[in-house]
């Protein structure tokens, strides 16, 4: 019979990812980046991929990623990241190629290049981060932005009849053949993280097995931007962002 040891407090050691560099990060207090960038570095590390990663970052409040996680970075123009992505990896098809985007780059500026990488089944895996804002830039309306939802550019509160309405693109991609894995997440709770941290896993495995495209969605906090605590923030994304933007896988050809 296995001999039981008894895990005590005491004997636990929590410490930061090693891929983490010690830098002080620039993020506003309460923002979900921080948390998100611990679980792409835990996933590497564990993965033993920390010299076979390639990440790239766009323009956005992810453009200083390089400055916290030690793997090789290429900074690409705002949203050309999937482009500068596909390069790299048909390049390289040993490394584990990632972006680590916002919505307002990836959904906005950057669709195009988004959908076509998708669609032709790029090998590569996505960290999508939506915060229902341009966070960098000053707090303006994104196309993830909710209906109602204040903003620098809708102080009133988003109007469909003046600014259209906010869409899906995680559901959106779901319909191309190049894609085998989607998945939506969030990290504003413990259980959640963990949860989140399975979903980056699967989407870097799935991209080192060649299965296609893959993509996780992290539904995000911006309190500086929606102007809360951060507190007030993990609520106000509970209670309005989660029933419009739903947790869960949207596609998964890996159960097949």
């Not at 590390?45 to 793997?71: L, Q, R």
């Not at 204040?150 to 899906?168: E, F, I, M, V, W």
Request: glycine share 8%; with cysteine.
């Amino acid at each position: 019979m296995a001999e039981v040891v008894e895990i005590k407090p005491e004997n636990l050691v929590f410490s930061k990812p090693k891929l983490i560099k010690d830098n002080v990060m620039h993020y506003c207090p309460g923002c979900s980046h921080g948390t998100i960038h611990k679980l792409v570095a835990e996933v590497i590390e564990e993965m033993g991929m920390a010299s076979k990663t390639i990440a790239v970052s766009p323009v956005g409040c992810s453009v200083f990623a390089y400055n916290y996680i030690d793997v090789d970075w290429i900074q690409a123009a705002h949203g050309r990241a999937l482009a500068v992505a596909t390069a790299a990896k048909r390049l390289n098809p040993g490394k584990l190629v990632i972006t680590y985007q916002g919505d307002g780059d990836m959904s906005a500026i950057g669709t195009a290049e988004t959908i076509h990488a998708a669609a032709r089944g790029e090998n590569v895996a996505v960290i999508y981060v939506n915060n229902a804002i341009y966070g960098m830039t000053g707090g303006q309306m994104a196309p993830t932005t909710l209906l109602g939802m204040k903003t620098a550019t809708t102080p009133y509160g988003r109007d469909p009849h003046l600014n259209g309405y906010p869409y899906k693109i995680a559901e959106m991609m779901a319909h191309l053949d190049g894609v085998s894995f989607i998945t939506r997440q969030s990290v504003h709770t413990p259980a959640n993280v963990r949860k989140c941290k399975s979903a980056i896993r699967k989407a870097f495995e799935n991209s080192m097995a060649g299965n296609g495209f893959s993509m996780v969605e992290v539904v995000a906090t911006c309190n500086s931007g929606w102007k809360l605590s951060p507190v007030a923030a993990n609520k106000w994304l509970a209670e309005n962002m989660l029933p419009f933007y739903p947790l869960g896988d949207i596609k998964d050809l890996t159960k097949k």
